[in-house]
Every structure is written in structure tokens, then in C-alpha cells.
């Protein structure tokens, strides 16, 4: 049943999207939004409407940073695994230690290449994967395995929880589907989530973390993408 | 050619993974969404923080996009002017509990302030003119400056009954006319 006036909907839309609706009134209004269609309709058209403003103003650029940021948040600019065909194919990623390495002649650095991907011990291939999610400050928040069986959340001591939000896991395919819910994660401690079956099926591009009001997303997608992780083999 | 036709291209794009497309629509919308956050928190790396975070949802959901939501660019817009609230908000709410640092690097000086006032003027702008001087500058303060009520009465040293009405019935005029 749809109990508020086409007037009320305007109201609350429009303060909405202009930023005045505040405290409680607001927390009311999210989840009127979850409740009514035409709410949401009535929503996009202010959206559509007082937007308009702001497409008038000049522009500013922002620094190029920006950008490398955004790409690094959403994995574009991670350096691909070394192929294992070809043993004299240097590393893109040195590790740090053996920087000095570039000052050797290229054949040495060749033959020590070599060495050094020859004396690595084979290591069974292990079916779990994990991911550890960090802060800006590069703090471990959770880590996530990924079973044979569930996905497995722990909550690190770093990891301060905002009591009236909760935080939400989610899949970002490589196919460019939207983000698929994967349940919420502990403040605290362990929790097990269902394996969902997709992990089999799609290829995962990144884990996303995303802060949700109290009981996760209102609209099936993340609300704010606070964290994303990669995916690793262990 | 209509700057929406190409932006409604390069989202459809984005939403398939095309990462070439996704940077192209950066290219052509961060400058607007970065003086949209700019004039409203007043801080490059806040302004910057909003702009970062938006791209990184309009990727995810450049699928969930349809024209019912308005155009590319204003629903680009709402994602960062959301965000650049959330923002504000918890600015404001950690100032209130006494948390100074956040006040010194507020820089009222910067040239950005007020970008507002050398806008273009786009359509909606002929049903602005159209409201009380008091209802216009009190619905500008709020969307431009994302000000709250109480904000926009100290700016305006008017009592808060008559703001609160100003912009309540400045919407109102607004969208009569521009559904005429």
C-alpha cells in the first residue's frame, strides 16, 4: 500500500537530493525507498531535475592521481604473474631485495634470473585461495579464505566497526556483471559464509567490501565500496 | 552531437568491462564531478577522495543505469554529490565531538569557492529566476555548497522557520515550472 501523497514524495525526494534531509527523517526515507516503486521514480526524477545544476558548473580537472588511484582500487593496474613456460623470462615485478641486480651486466642478470627461479621449491597447488582486505593505511581488516566448501571471514583486531552500519562482501566478475552479494562480514571474530557457486563459474576480478546500513545492501548492489582485495592462490 | 548520446555509449561500454570506454568517460566527466565536490567540501583531497570513490561505483554499476534516472552526466553527478554528502556529514559530526584537526586545512581562500556563481546557465536555470531572490539562494546554498538548514541560516542570518519554508516551497515552484 502506497500511503504517502505524490506532495510528500516530492518533498522528501527533492531534500533528499539537495542534502537537507537529515538525522532520522533521512533514515526514514532510505528505507521508504526500499518499500515503494514509485518512491524511487519520484527520487530519480529530482535526481534528474536539480543535477542539472551541477552539470553547469566549469570544470576543474583533478590531479592525475586520481585516476591511478581509481585503477588500482578496482585492479586495472596489477602487474600479471609471471608466465612459468619460459624460465629465462624475467620477472615484470622484481622483488625488492635483488634490486641491485639491475646494476649487473644483462647476462649475469639473465643467469641469476635463472638460478634464482630454479631453486624455488615446487609447491603442490593447494585448492583454497585468500584475500586480505586492508585500510588505506595498509592495515589487514579481514582476512577471507576461500574453501572447497565456504568462505572463511576473520575479523582482525585493526578492524574498528561503525556500530550502526554493517559491511558487506561482494564478487566483482571479470565479465563486468554487477557485484554479487557474498553476505555480510564479522566485526569481530570468525564467521563462515556459503561458497557461492560462482567462484567455479566466472572468473573473479577482485573482492569488494562495502559499508550498508544496519542488515546489508537496501538495493542488492553496494551502497559505498570502501575496500577491494585480490584474490590469491595459497 | 548530443554530449548524452556518446556518455550513454561509453556507460553501456563500461557496464560490458570495456576499460578503454571507462577511461574515456573519466576523461570527458571527472573535471565536471570534481568541481561538484570541490565546491562542496571545500578540500582537494577530500574533493578528490569523492571523485575517486564515485568512479570506482559508477564502474560497478554502470549496468544498473537507465534512463528513467535522468541523463549519464546527472546521474554520474548524483553518485559524487551522495558521496561528497556522506562526507560533509561525518566531517560534521566528528567537528561536533571535537575533533579539531579537520578545521585547519579547510581552506576558505581557494579560488574554487565559489565556482557557483560563474556557471553556465542550463535550462533549469529560466525556472530558478523564476523563485523569491530568498528561496533561490537558500536552494543554491544547499545544493552547491551541501549546507544544512541550520548552515543556510547562519549564511543568510534568517530564523530557521523561514529557510526550512524557502526551500520547501522554492522545490515546490521549481518543479511546477519545470513540468509547464
Redesign the interface.
Known amino acids: 500500500m502506497n500511503y504517502l501523497t505524490e506532495e510528500r514524495q516530492?518533498?522528501l525526494s527533492?531534500?533528499y537530493?539537495?542534502?537537507?534531509l537529515?538525522g532520522p527523517a533521512r533514515v526514514r526515507f532510505q528505507r521508504l525507498l526500499m518499500q515503494h516503486n514509485s518512491m524511487r521514480?519520484t527520487l530519480?526524477?529530482w535526481?534528474?531535475?536539480?543535477?542539472?545544476?551541477?552539470?553547469?558548473?566549469?570544470?576543474?580537472?583533478?590531479?592525475p592521481?586520481?585516476?591511478e588511484?581509481?585503477q588500482a582500487?578496482?585492479g586495472?593496474t596489477t602487474v600479471p604473474p609471471v608466465t612459468s613456460t619460459n624460465v629465462l623470462s624475467l620477472p615484470q615485478r622484481k622483488p625488492r631485495g635483488l634490486q641491485w641486480l639491475a646494476g649487473l651486466s644483462a647476462a649475469a642478470a639473465i643467469l641469476m634470473a635463472v638460478l634464482l627461479v630454479n631453486l624455488q621449491p615446487v609447491e603442490p597447488l593447494l585448492p583454497g585461495q585468500i584475500a586480505v582486505v586492508q585500510s588505506e593505511k595498509a592495515q589487514a581488516l579481514w582476512l577471507i579464505e576461500l574453501r572447497e566448501d565456504q568462505l572463511l571471514v576473520t575479523a582482525t583486531d585493526k578492524f574498528k566497526a561503525l556500530d550502526n552500519q554493517d559491511y558487506e562482501l561482494w564478487m566483482?566478475a571479470?565479465?563486468?556483471?554487477?557485484?554479487i552479494s557474498l553476505g555480510l562480514l564479522p566485526k569481530q571474530g570468525k564467521l563462515s559464509l556459503p561458497r557461492s557457486v560462482l567462484f567455479d563459474q566466472v572468473q573473479v576480478a577482485a573482492l569488494?567490501v562495502s559499508l550498508e546500513p544496519l542488515g546489508g545492501s537496501p538495493t542488492g548492489?553496494?551502497t559505498?565500496?570502501l575496500y577491494?582485495a585480490e584474490l590469491v592462490a595459497m | 552531437m548530443d554530449p548524452n548520446h556518446d556518455f550513454l555509449h561509453l556507460l553501456s561500454a563500461t557496464a560490458q568491462g570495456d576499460r578503454l570506454a571507462f577511461a574515456d568517460l573519466y576523461r570527458q566527466t571527472a573535471g565536471k564531478l570534481y568541481a561538484i565536490s570541490l565546491q562542496m567540501l571545500r578540500r582537494r583531497d577530500l574533493a578528490e577522495e569523492a571523485v575517486q570513490e564515485a568512479f570506482v561505483r559508477i564502474w560497478h554499476n554502470a549496468g544498473d543505469y537507465q534512463q528513467d534516472k535522468g541523463t549519464v552526466l546527472t546521474w554520474m553527478i548524483s553518485i559524487v554529490r551522495y558521496r561528497a554528502l556522506d562526507m560533509l556529514r561525518a566531517t560534521k559530526s566528528r567537528r561536533e565531538t571535537g575533533d579539531e584537526g579537520l578545521e585547519e586545512a579547510l581552506d576558505e581562500q581557494s579560488p574554487e569557492q565559489e565556482l557557483y556563481e560563474q556557471r553556465d546557465r542550463v535550462r533549469i536555470d529560466r525556472c530558478m529566476d523564476r523563485l523569491d531572490e530568498g528561496q533561490r539562494q537558500a536552494i543554491e546554498m544547499a545544493y552547491f555548497r551541501g549546507l544544512t538548514h541550520m548552515e543556510v541560516c547562519d549564511q543568510m542570518d534568517t530564523p530557521l522557520g523561514t529557510i526550512k519554508t524557502w526551500i520547501r516551497r522554492g522545490l515546490e515552484r521549481l518543479k511546477r515550472c519545470l513540468e509547464s
Not at chain 1, 17 to 20: E, F, I, K, N, R
Open positions: 516530492n518533498a527533492s531534500e537530493v539537495l542534502g537537507s537529515h521514480h530519480w526524477r535526481e534528474s531535475r536539480l543535477n542539472e545544476l551541477g552539470t553547469a558548473l566549469p570544470n576543474v580537472q583533478p590531479a592521481e586520481v585516476w588511484r581509481i582500487r578496482l586495472f566483482v571479470a565479465d563486468g556483471r554487477p557485484p569488494a548492489q553496494p559505498t565500496v577491494t
